[in-house]
């Protein structure tokens, strides 16, 4: 049961309770034990009162009569100038205390002709003690602490699951799962707690996968390095040519080691929010124009061709931070060249529409699969025809995190031989 529904039944118990007692006790109280006594007792009064209304009284023939009356009602006859002629009070209602009673006064015409009243007053029971008076707030207090007692229990047992669980996750156990029951805050709060846990739980597996990758990525450049160079220590560049080919390949892993490893201080400083951008207002025809001259040039030399369409007007200005930006196309660049063949054709595009503006970057090739195109922003990740090839996935990632930085949108669409990257720039972050 919710917390919610749990305090619901505590206020309507404590609205309804104290008449729920009172009826029941008052079918005990008007009788030995029997509601159908209780009623007998009913008629019998309600007899004797039409009994008065309709017929003339005689009180010396009639107050044996009056005295048969239910023990639970009090009679009293006056004549027209208020004397007492007839009082009758049960033993039972001397020494009592009713919690209340009705009073009717009906008048009543003597045989000898004369006026008078009568006045009868009918207890609801024989409430006849001081402890009576406490029975419906006593039991209405019994009833609230038990209901309390109920819901400090069901909250203190969530907190404790969740102090529990705390004190788990910070000892480094998260190979546990915290029940979940009920639909109210506290349970909301454990769910989300759970979903927490379990998502550090994959954030740690995924931080080991890295630290193995990053091991296997970088010991195999590492390897080649130290090999090549205790050759060149023990001789076996005997020859400039050789010595210029040990040198050369020294040189590549060097760099590949660089670029590995500027690929892991950009991915550590965006995980830990220590590098922030700086937006400034740029014209962004200009900016696409010049970076497809220096892309032209690169993916000249790799042996593709390039076609270039910037469809943007010249006064169109976009916040951005131009070296972060700039960064992020030259590696979907990269990327582009990289899986397509050569003397293909990649194309750069930056198209401004209503209400965005475009910018692309597509390469013809195999294409990424199905299945790896939901995921292949995500850090870590590689194309599956390409798990041991070069690089650690954390490219796409970074360009990912580069755009999203800036709030805007990339999206990753391959078929027919065509990998498309789109960046999609909204107009509300666009002056004209």
């Given amino acids: 049961m919710s917390l919610r529904a749990k305090f619901l039944i505590l206020v309507i118990g404590a609205i309804f309770a104290p008449p729920i007692v009172f009826l029941i006790s008052y079918q005990v109280e008007t009788g030995p034990g029997s509601l159908g006594e209780a009623r007998t007792r009913l008629v019998l009064y309600r007899t004797m009162r039409s009994q008065l209304h309709e017929s003339p009284l005689d009180l010396e023939s009639e107050g044996g009569l009056l005295n048969t009356m239910p023990d639970t009602v009090e009679v009293r006859i006056l004549d027209s100038d208020g004397n007492l002629l007839f009082s009758r009070m049960p033993d039972e209602l001397l020494n009592g205390e009713g919690h209340f009673r009705f009073t009717e006064i009906i008048p009543v015409k003597f045989v000898s002709g004369e006026n008078g009243t009568a006045i009868i007053t009918r207890h609801p029971g024989p409430l006849n003690s001081k402890e009576d008076r406490w029975f419906v707030p006593l039991t209405v207090l019994i009833f609230v602490s038990v209901m309390i007692v109920t819901i400090v229990q069901s909250v203190n047992r969530s907190i404790s699951n969740l102090e529990k669980a705390t004190r788990r996750i910070v000892g480094g156990d998260?190979?546990?799962?915290?029940?979940?029951k009920g639909h109210d805050k506290l349970a909301s709060l454990t769910r989300s707690f759970e979903s927490m846990r379990a998502h550090l739980k994959e954030e740690y597996a995924r931080r080991s996968r890295f630290i193995m990758g990053i091991s296997h990525d970088l010991k195999t450049p590492l390897a080649s390095v130290r090999?090549?160079?205790e050759a060149i220590g023990e001789g076996y560049a005997d020859t400039p040519e050789k010595l210029s080919k040990y040198l050369g390949i020294i040189g590549d892993k060097t760099q590949l080691l660089e670029s590995r490893i500027n690929m892991l201080i950009d991915y550590v400083r965006r995980e830990t929010n220590e590098w922030k951008l700086s937006l400034q207002p740029v014209r962004l025809a200009p900016l696409l124009r010049e970076l497809s001259n220096v892309i032209e040039s690169e993916i000249t030399i790799s042996g593709r061709e390039i076609v270039s369409r910037i469809d943007v007007s010249e006064e169109t200005e976009v916040?951005?931070?131009?070296?972060?930006?700039?960064?992020?196309?030259?590696?979907?660049v990269q990327n582009a060249i990289r899986y397509s063949p050569e003397e293909s054709t990649?194309?750069?595009?930056?198209?401004?529409?209503a209400n965005t503006v475009f910018i692309a970057i597509s390469n013809e090739g195999e294409g990424i699969e199905p299945d790896d195109l939901p995921h292949i922003f995500n850090p870590f990740v590689r194309g599956g025809k390409d798990r041991k090839g070069p690089g650690l996935g954390l490219g796409l990632s970074t360009v990912e995190a580069v755009i999203s930085s800036h709030g805007w949108e990339i999206t990753a669409n391959s078929k027919s031989g065509e990998t498309t990257f789109t960046i999609a720039i909204p107009m509300d972050d666009v002056s004209v």
């Fill in 346 to 353: 990649i194309r750069f595009s930056g198209v401004q529409t």
């Fill in 319 to 332: 916040q951005l931070d131009e070296g972060m930006f700039t960064r992020a196309l030259e590696n979907l």
């Fill in 174 to 180: 998260l190979d546990f799962k915290l029940p979940m």
């Fill in 227 to 229: 090999g090549y160079t």
